[in-house]
């Protein structure tokens, strides 16, 4: 285990990604993004597969779901592909590296098309989800000035809003998700984002037919520093919570009880992998790592879309505010990036394990009633 696997740039992480998975003997494919990176430099998702085509046990491996955060996954494959090993018989592990790779290479969340593709795998042929709190606020949110009176007065009246809603519902109508307002934060896409059909393709061309199929998708910015939280989407108490838990253990924690910080309500990727593959035994999990503090998150956020929509990306006006969002979302000190490693490779042990049919050791339940409560308030 080594943090020589992270890398300081979209292209640093290209480069070892691949070098890493030729020396691990694997096959390699490049889904060339249209676009260029602020360099000049060529945009790619790559994938590589390990282990015979026909398994029917797959593990997929996913980096850069939202862009900057790609450097946290990108290091965690890179320095799983260096240790890897032989794999169980009958399995396979797919990584997929720079899923979002424009906003990797710009240190965005966001897509090319201002899209948050954790928001963009809902049903497009539907009626989009409402968020009638982010219209509330999505002006104040972005407005033509951060700083001076303007600014100041657009902070105000978001704080006012805030203390008028309650916390939740504050961070319920900024982070969960919106389809109105194409330049603002956690913007769901008018589409299926090149991210989106690019990861149709994949699954298309390497998960279709096989008999079950494991997925860790790694993600920063939300929770304790260099803590790892296997977060689950699928419904509690059912059948894919339980697989989680049988995979992950009880460290996993589920979204639709109100466990975890974050709040997603469709349109997350691991809506994306059970619309596609109605028919295989999908075990979903993310695997959010914490940085620093949610609020600071957010005014990096507003900053970024504010120099996206109102000032010049590649200006000097850029570089304190591409420092912060890639401060905020990946922590470049060896304590964070230990910590990933460790608990990165963890998981993906844990989930070759639960392929080959063991399941994770559980402590014993209490007799006490679970006590349903929102807990990120408190951070
Ligand atoms: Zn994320």
Redesign the pocket.
């Known amino acids: 285990m080594t943090i020589a696997a992270f890398s300081a740039s979209y292209a640093e992480a290209r480069e070892k990604f691949l070098a890493a998975a030729t020396a691990a003997g694997a096959a390699l494919e490049a889904y060339d993004n249209p676009n260029r990176g602020p360099d000049g430099g060529s945009l790619a998702t790559d994938t590589a597969w390990l282990g015979p085509d026909d398994a029917r046990r797959v593990l997929v491996l996913i980096s850069g ?2 862009g900057v ?1 790609g450097f946290c996954g990108s290091g965690i494959q890179v320095d799983w592909l260096g240790g890897s090993g032989a794999l169980p018989a009958d399995t396979a592990v797919l990584l997929i590296h720079a899923m979002n790779p424009h906003g990797f290479a710009w240190l965005r ?1 966001v897509t090319e098309e201002g899209c948050d593709l ?1 928001r963009n795998h809902v049903d497009h042929g539907k009626p989009y989800p409402e968020n009638s709190g982010y219209d509330d606020i999505a002006d104040d949110l972005l407005p033509p000035s951060l700083t001076g009176p303007e600014g100041q007065a657009a902070d105000a009246r978001l704080l006012a809003y805030r203390e008028k809603v309650g916390e939740l519902a504050y961070y319920r109508a900024v982070a969960s998700g919106q389809f109105r307002h194409p330049d603002g934060l956690f913007f769901g896409g008018g589409g299926p984002a090149w991210a989106n059909r690019t990861l149709h393709r994949i699954i298309d061309a390497r998960l279709r037919g096989r008999s079950d199929i494991g997925v860790i998708d790694f ?3 939300l929770g304790p520093f260099g803590y790892g939280e296997m977060i689950t989407d699928y419904d509690p108490d059912g059948e894919g919570a339980a697989r989680v838990r049988a995979f992950w253990g009880d460290s996993a924690t589920e979204m639709r009880k109100g466990q975890t910080v974050a709040q997603v309500t469709d349109g997350a990727t691991h809506y994306g992998f059970m619309r596609a593959l109605p028919d295989t035994r999908v075990t979903f999990g993310t695997l ?1 790592f914490g940085t620093y503090d949610r609020l600071a998150g957010q005014r990096t956020l507003r900053a970024d879309h504010w120099l996206h929509k109102y000032g010049d990306p590649l200006g000097p006006e850029a570089r304190p505010i591409k420092a912060a969002i890639r401060r905020q979302y990946y922590p470049d000190t060896p304590d964070w990036k230990e910590a990933v490693l460790f608990r990165g490779d963890q998981a993906v042990r844990m989930a070759l394990a639960a392929l080959r049919g063991a399941s994770a050791r559980r402590g014993e339940p209490t007799s006490l009633p679970y006590q349903g409560r929102y807990n990120g308030d408190a951070r």
């Open positions: 779901t939202h955060e969340r954790n993600h920063t910015g959010e």
